[in-house]
């Protein structure tokens, strides 16, 4: 790692395939869990910043969008500051405009280049990605977009240290406020330009465990945001395996070598997340 903690940097090509500049770029990717992603000249991410700040709006009509279970509809969490509207997949098109359920439908397109990519290295036989990702790496399993900021009237940390469940997060923020976890330290991800942050999750850890190549799933926080003017923001999308799904462990010879439901491994995960509190 260099010290001023510039993180390796990823783009993806036309033929929708993730590329680092080198491949020692790559391996600490991998290793850290944690990239860069140039932004795709056909990702419109100002039309989709430009709603993220409607939301901040106390009157917006956003804001009355319903709850579906815990995870989704407009959100403000216990003991963090984030504030989001988060939808999966399958509701974007009845609650986002157009333009943002294509955007939506575009960072599929990263989180499937993300994953794939992953499996390539890991050398899981390519006839069981999709299998061992609950359809995720073939278009399926699901997805949120969410687009979230912090309500600064409350003391707490932004986001606590916790690692992401899923396969895949993609993390567009306005400001800093990203920290990961490196040796016991949080250091700060600072906010690059024309970048995306990209993220494994513990999903992808699981499915890749007995392979060639497993990647790791950083811890991360976000600091306790006090500028309201403007209000940190951010868009997050995160690729997951179906909660009600089964994630398969397979090696490099293909055989299944242990699984998972979704259900449980995230159950544990909960534990552990409990611990750090
Ligand atoms: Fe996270």
Redesign the pocket.
């Known amino acids: 790692m260099k010290p001023d903690m510039s993180l390796p940097k990823a783009s993806i090509d036309e033929a929708l395939r993730l590329m680092f500049e080198t491949s020692e770029d790559q391996d600490v990717a991998w290793k850290l869990g944690v990239f860069y992603l140039k932004v795709p000249d056909w990702l419109d991410l100002e039309e989709a910043r430009r709603f993220g700040r409607e939301i901040l709006d106390p009157a917006s009509p956003l804001r009355d969008i319903p709850q579906y279970g815990e995870l989704e509809g407009f959100i403000a969490l216990e003991n963090n500051q984030q504030t989001k509207l988060a939808l999966r997949r399958h509701r974007w098109d009845e609650h986002y405009p157009q333009e943002v359920a294509r955007f939506g439908r575009h960072l599929d397109h990263i989180g499937r280049a993300v994953i794939c990519e992953v499996f390539r290295q890991s050398g899981i036989p390519e006839h069981l990605w999709s299998e061992a990702s609950g359809g995720y790496s073939s278009g399926q399993g699901t997805a949120f977009l969410n687009f979230v900021h912090y309500d600064t009237s409350q003391p707490d940390l932004g986001?606590r240290p916790?690692t992401?469940y899923g396969f895949v997060?993609i993390l567009d923020a306005t400001s800093p406020g990203l920290q990961i976890e490196l040796e016991g330290q949080f250091r700060d991800v600072p906010v690059l330009d024309g970048h995306l942050v990209i993220n494994f999750g513990e999903a992808l850890h699981f499915i890749t465990q007995h392979s060639n190549r497993s990647v790791a799933a950083i811890v991360?926080r976000v600091t306790s945001q006090v500028a309201d003017n403007p209000v940190r923001q951010g868009i997050v999308y995160f690729a997951n395996p179906e909660l009600e799904g089964v994630l398969k462990q397979f090696d490099v010879q293909g055989r299944e070598v242990g699984g998972s439901s979704v259900g449980d491994l995230f159950s544990l995960l909960e534990r552990k997340l409990t611990n750090y509190s």
């Open positions: 986001l916790h992401d997060t991360h």
